[in-house]
């Protein structure tokens, strides 16, 4: 468990917003966003932050002009950016590119990096602080669809951060954004990518058939009893390196072995959490977590597409299987999962969009993922070299339910897994307690008699 300077308070100086413009004309057009896009869980803004280092070969260079000048470039090819999204009939989600523009937030900040703490993690302290917020700018529909915040800290180096319409594009199309960004702010004329829209490789059939039951889309049920305040909840990040990726393998039976660290450590922290909560033995316990469908069509979806192309398998078990029978069990569920994703699962899952009203995902006694490990935040480069931490600011997907894993490196330098856990406090002290347990030496287990 790594713990960041969560006690750090610092004052931030914002200048006035600005509308940052596409640097050319580009098309006014209404561009439709797929079934996939507009669906109900993902109408929301997703924080962003990117952590950049002094690099003296900048010289006296303001990262923030140089961002904006860029910003202005990218968005002559990446132009539905610079709209705002319309709502037709059926909550059919729509970008009227008029070109409006995208919001710019230029600050400083009374603090200097090493401040924040030797490993650069969530939770970040001031977090608001280093946001872009506008009165009036936080909606989904008829909102900017981009706010980006820069930074100066005291260090020389800044914060890059930024509230994006998820509606819009998923974490691969983030990055892939955000390196067109950095490409152009570095000098380039043109992304080495250029953006695909063609939202219509996802649009559903014509009638729509989902042809899998989805329970990932039931009806949500009881959603305000399972959020709690803030002030309820506590949030710690965990790391998976060498060592403790080692300890969990030991309970990997040898015809699993072909697992993959996202199925180990998925099964190892759903059990953990699980226990932690003390549910009913009786109630069913479900998980969920993000796949990138790009190739699971014939043909493949295009490079340059940066719309959402993730479906989301389903998990679900008895808390008393989840915690009592041996991690070998929950392993074979998650690898279940995810071998079912086919052209077909994402097919139904488009066609179950239009035929549903584009519903959310069921949150009820529910654990959502998304694994970031190889999406890229990290290598954003504005000129400054990369990003010493890049990835999502928060779990804003109802924190309690919903945890990124990031990629991420420990004080011994050794890369890994970071996991941000939130849970009320009793369960974390529990969960903390449990996980330590699973990553104890076999001599340790023998004396707890603990089998996994």
């Not at 030797?118 to 981009?146: N, Q, R, W």
């Not at 009806?219 to 969990?248: C, I, R, W, Y």
């Not at 697992?259 to 953990?272: E, K």
């Not at 001599?443 to 089998?451: G, T, Y």
Request: net charge neutral.
């Amino acid at each position: 468990m790594q713990q960041p300077n969560t006690s750090l308070t610092f004052l931030v100086k914002k200048h006035a917003p600005e509308m940052i413009t596409p640097a050319s004309p580009t098309p006014r057009e209404l561009k439709h966003l797929s079934d996939i896009d507009d669906q109900d869980g993902l109408r929301l803004l997703i924080p962003l932050i990117q952590f950049y280092r002094k690099d003296p070969k900048m010289g006296n260079k303001n990262p923030a002009s140089v961002i904006r000048e860029a910003l202005a470039k990218v968005l002559v090819f990446y132009y539905p950016l610079a709209g705002r999204l319309k709502e037709g009939p059926g909550r059919k989600l729509m970008v009227d590119c008029a070109g409006e523009g995208v919001l710019f937030i230029e600050a400083e900040a009374d603090v200097n990096m090493k401040q924040f703490g030797e490993t650069l993690h969530p939770p970040f302290p001031c977090l608001k602080k280093l946001l872009c917020y506008v009165p009036g700018s936080d909606s989904v529909v008829g909102s900017p669809l981009i706010l980006i915040q820069v930074t100066h800290l005291l260090c020389g180096g800044f914060i890059f951060t930024a509230r994006v319409n998820h509606t819009m594009f998923d974490a691969k199309g983030m990055v892939q954004f955000l390196t067109a960004l950095g490409e152009i702010a570095q000098g380039a004329s043109a992304p080495s990518i250029l953006p695909v829209w063609q939202r219509e490789l996802l649009f559903a059939r014509d009638p729509p058939c989902a042809t899998f039951t989805h329970h990932e889309y039931e009806e949500v049920q009881d959603m305000k009893e399972k959020v709690h305040t803030v002030d309820e909840m506590m949030e710690k990040s965990f790391f998976f390196g060498p060592n403790e990726l080692s300890a969990l393998r030991r309970f990997v039976p040898d015809n699993l072995k072909s697992c993959s660290t996202f199925d180990v450590v998925t099964a190892c922290i759903w059990r953990c959490r699980t226990i932690a909560l003390q549910p009913n033995p009786e109630d069913n316990m479900r998980l969920m977590f993000f796949v990138d469908a790009r190739t699971k069509l014939n043909p493949p979806i295009p490079i340059g597409y940066y719309g959402n192309c993730s479906v989301i398998p389903f998990v679900i078990s008895k808390a008393r299987d989840l915690s009592n029978k041996n991690l070998d069990h929950v392993l074979k569920l998650v690898m279940k999962a995810k071998s079912i994703i086919s052209e077909e699962y994402v097919r139904s899952t488009t066609d179950l969009m239009v035929i549903k009203g584009r519903p959310h995902f069921n949150i009820a006694s529910t654990y959502i993922i998304s694994s970031l490990t190889r999406s890229g935040f990290n290598d954003v480069d504005f000129g400054w070299g990369k990003a010493t931490f890049g990835g999502p600011a928060e779990e804003e997907i109802i924190p309690e339910v919903f945890s990124y894993y990031m990629p991420s490196t420990n004080s011994n330098g050794e890369f890994g897994i970071m996991v941000p856990i939130t849970l009320r406090s009793l369960a974390m002290e529990n969960f903390v307690k449990e996980l330590s347990i699973m990553l104890m030496s076999d001599a340790q287990l023998k004396v707890l008699k603990r089998v996994y």
